[in-house]
């Protein structure tokens, strides 16, 4: 049955400071594509944004935060890399369907605030609603039941009350069979529910949706007023390379592609 109706909605009002605010997700960040964590690091140095918005599944897999305090983990070099961004502009986060795990660890290791999902944000006298997307690709009926037990926070304390080691094998069969999917062909990324966009927006009154999870970029008119942006997936190892940013200034969004150098 299709949702119909909208979820509670967090609210942020942008400081009077922000003149830029950068919107990216879907990074999938792993150990097997360094050239993606060091496109992250070098659009952190070089973004003139006031602050920065990740919009879920920054990383491929997150198996727990205490993964971040063991001696050499990618996590660590992530969350180290994060941190030092995290003092030079705001950072947000928001979890998506493949790091629902991040928690406080996460926070306090990086200073990144975590948004609820989905967030109203305040800017430049308009209201924009933010999301992952993935809770309103309705299509995916049986990923639908997986996120309704994942989002449970009982199921959660449950799978990380378990040994580290064990978490990370799960994670790694979970990623050697997305990553058989993929090469067969068989990877159909559902699309966002359009009726229940338009109910999203019109309960948060704001005139735009941004949000990724699809890895189909584009910008699509729902009704007269009513509109979603997708971010792009980020991949610096495809061919050609993908990676970029949409840009909300006051004169409105742009899109900005991102070239490792």
Avoid at 7 to 27: K, N, Q, Y
């Amino acid at each position: 049955m299709p949702q119909t109706v909208a979820p509670p909605m967090a609210e942020l009002v942008a400081p009077a400071g922000w003149h830029t605010v950068d919107f990216l997700a879907d990074l999938h960040l792993e150990p097997a594509q360094p050239a993606t964590l060091r496109a992250l690091q070098q659009y952190l140095d070089a973004t003139p944004a006031d602050a920065v918005f990740l919009l879920g599944d920054l990383f491929e897999v997150w198996v727990g935060d205490d993964a971040i305090d063991e001696p050499g983990s990618f996590e660590g070099e992530c969350c180290a890399l994060l941190a030092r961004a995290a003092q030079r502009r705001a950072l947000y986060f928001m979890h998506g369907n493949r790091d629902f795990l991040v928690g406080t660890g996460f926070t306090r290791h990086t200073g990144i605030a975590v948004l609820a999902d989905p967030t109203v944000l305040g800017f430049a006298g308009r209201r924009w609603l933010l999301s992952h997307g993935d809770a309103l690709c309705l299509n995916d009926v049986e990923y639908q039941r997986f996120r309704a037990l994942a989002r449970n926070p009982a199921w959660q304390a449950q799978l990380l009350a378990r040994p580290l080691n064990e978490r990370r094998a799960q994670g790694r069969s979970a990623r050697s069979e997305s990553e058989a999917r993929k090469q067969a062909g068989s990877t159909v990324y559902a699309d966002v529910d359009a009726t229940a966009a338009t109910t999203w927006l019109r309960a948060a009154q704001a005139g735009a949706l941004i949000h990724g999870h699809t890895h189909l970029p584009a910008d699509h008119v729902l009704a007269p007023g009513l509109a979603r942006h997708v971010l792009t997936d980020w991949d610096l190892g495809a061919h050609p390379p993908r990676a970029g940013v949409l840009r909300l200034t006051a004169d409105g969004l742009q899109r900005v592609p991102f070239t490792l150098t």
